[in-house]
């Protein structure tokens, strides 16, 4: 027997966001320095939101930490790549990719085409 509940459907989005969407919605929390940490950090990050503002904290905080001239420093941000110190060049900006080891790949062929011999992941 086929459980339809996770088939793809055009129009559905992606097969991630249906296997979500069947393991429930956890409680709402505010993501800030100042928050509480969870207690219950599987209970919080079934709550996609919760995910979404965590990543985005996370992200912002993380491009913000000084790193030498020599090196270059890039994070993602939902569909958006953050860059530690210039403009991201338009080949990863925005990224639609939802697996990390595809923007992964797209991030190491753009260092590759920027002259970098050395990638560290």
Request: positive net charge.
């Amino acid at each position: 027997m086929v459980d339809e509940s996770f088939s793809f459907r055009p129009g559905m989005g992606s097969l991630k966001a249906a296997t979500r969407k069947k393991r429930g919605s956890g409680v709402r929390r505010k993501v800030s320095a100042s928050a509480e940490l969870p207690r219950n950090w599987a209970a919080f990050l079934h709550c996609a939101d919760n995910k979404t503002e965590l990543f985005h904290f996370l992200s912002t905080r993380v491009v913000s930490v000084h790193v030498s001239v020599d090196k270059q420093l890039f994070v993602t941000d939902g569909e958006h790549v953050l860059h530690s110190c210039a403009a991201v060049s338009p080949q990863l900006d925005p990224c639609s990719h939802e697996e990390v080891d595809t923007r992964i790949i797209l991030h190491v062929a753009h260092a590759a085409h920027a002259g970098y011999s050395n990638v560290m992941i």
